[in-house]
């Protein structure tokens, strides 16, 4: 439902919180309240992109999908961003497909006002265009971390990157679907979550994980994890 429907919902996503309260009303009549669920996809590979979203505690994964079935995961989109990017870049279209990795709800706008919106300049184009090099820089970092990092401390930025979004220690995650994100094999996630949970840094159990050590896993995980963490915060003054 439209937002202006609903006065006092609060904003959750902070790109949209981040916006003065003359550009967000602007924005209100075309916001909708939409819940995203596991694994809905929000955008296809080389589809047309017809809405964007601001997730609230949900978290979307924008992945590459190979020939032979084969995932991985570039980025990871949550509070901090929007769904949808590319339509401000002049693209309708991308490489990536989107979908939720972590159920929640948002806040969905249709791409061809978001478009509007970004080319009346000002406010909302210098937030996009700084948001867009953080993703940037997420999507740089991920693809060096999983050529030149180990399979445990990729588990450690994934992890830390995950709670960060979802702002909490414990969240629902199978083996199977992290291994897809990390582009590696579930025996593989396995042995590294079982050298992490010995270690006292987690704990894996019928699919939920829980950090137990936060200082432990930050110092397991690569410079990968701070790396991005202190540029959303630099470019977005988003802190976690």
Known sequence: MPISNQPHLPIKNKILAS?????YQRLI????HVELTFNQVLYHTGEPITHV???HQ???S???NQADGSTVEAGMVSNDGIVGLPVVWGGHSTNTSAFVQVPDSGMRMKAEILIAEFHRGGELQSLLLRYTQALFTQVTQTAACNRLHTIEERLARWLLLVSDRMQSDKFPLTQEFISQMLGCRRSGVTVAAGTLSKAGMISY???NITILNRSDLEDTSCECYSIIKNEYARLLHIQS
């Open 53 to 55: 979203y601001f997730p």
């Open 205 to 207: 159990k019928r699919g």
């Open 62 to 64: 924008l992945v590459c």
């Open 19 to 23: 916006l003065s309260q003359t550009e």
């Open 29 to 32: 009549p075309h916001l909708e």
């Open 58 to 60: 949900a978290i979307a």
